[in-house]
């Protein structure tokens, strides 16, 4: 069964810093994709980012990028020049091939990310 | 484009109500999935529609919990008989469903459910 593990609970930055958030999974599967949201105060959960585990190049959205360690089964997401807004929880999830049939998501406990000015 | 629209936002039902919830979906996704948040167990898979049909509910409660997509344009969950342990956040989400994009799923704001 695939696993999504969040180890971090809560991290505190400085505005303008860099921040890193790790995500480690475990799947059977040999492609399959990973994916950072984040969830805002209101509640809303906004996607941000997605690697393909075939791709071997770091996906990279605007201040977000990721660092992917296949053998380390490790996705973790980076977010350079913080803001205010950037404040919220981040949910790592990643959703096999063979569940393409389902769509099923499965998603960390996330990390709750302040951003102090 | 509106992206996907859940409502209520909020509701609140007595213990034994029955509670339905709407969502209208991004328009051209053809898939739409429901999940469930709380502060124990976090975000839950309950289930998944493809072009209007039943694919997946695992993640559904067998007894009580049922979800319905009469059209393209909306899905509904439906849950009889309330209990306290159904307060949680109910999240809506689309996918295009077709090719690699399928993997991409956009959620609604959700819907706040509370069972006194």
């Known amino acids: 069964a695939q696993k999504v593990t969040q180890t971090q609970t809560s991290i505190s930055v400085m505005e303008k810093t860099t921040v890193t958030m790790d995500c480690v999974y475990e799947?059977?599967?040999?492609?399959?994709?990973l994916f950072w949201y984040k969830q805002t105060a209101s509640g809303e959960i906004v996607f941000l980012i997605r690697?393909?585990?075939?791709?071997?190049e770091n996906a990279t959205v605007g201040h977000y990028s990721l660092n992917f360690q296949k053998p380390k089964s490790s996705i973790g997401l980076i977010i350079t020049a913080t803001q205010i807004e950037d404040s919220a929880v981040y949910f790592c999830?990643?959703?096999?091939?063979?569940?393409?049939?389902?769509?099923?998501?499965?998603f960390g406990d996330g990390t709750v990310l302040t951003v102090k000015p | 484009n509106a992206g996907v629209i859940q409502t209520p936002r909020h509701k609140v039902t007595g213990k034994g109500q029955e509670a339905t919830l709407w969502c209208e979906p991004i328009?051209?996704?053809?898939?739409v999935f429901w999940y469930r948040q709380t502060i124990v167990q976090g975000l839950e898979f309950l289930t998944y529609?493809?072009?209007?049909?039943?694919?997946?509910d695992s993640g559904m409660p067998k007894e009580r919990f049922s979800a319905q997509m009469p059209n393209q344009s909306h899905s509904t969950l439906k849950i009889q008989s309330t209990q306290p342990q159904d307060s949680a956040v109910y999240l809506c989400?689309?996918?295009f469903g077709q090719g690699a994009s399928q993997n991409t799923l956009y959620f609604g704001a959700g819907t706040r459910l509370s069972v006194l």
């Open positions: 999830a990643m959703r096999e091939s063979l569940n393409t049939n389902t769509g099923k998501l499965t």
């Open positions: 690697q393909d585990s075939y791709k071997k």
């Open positions: 989400a689309s996918s």
């Open positions: 529609f493809r072009n209007q049909a039943p694919i997946d």
């Open positions: 799947t059977q599967d040999s492609s399959y994709f």
């Open positions: 328009s051209g996704h053809s898939a």
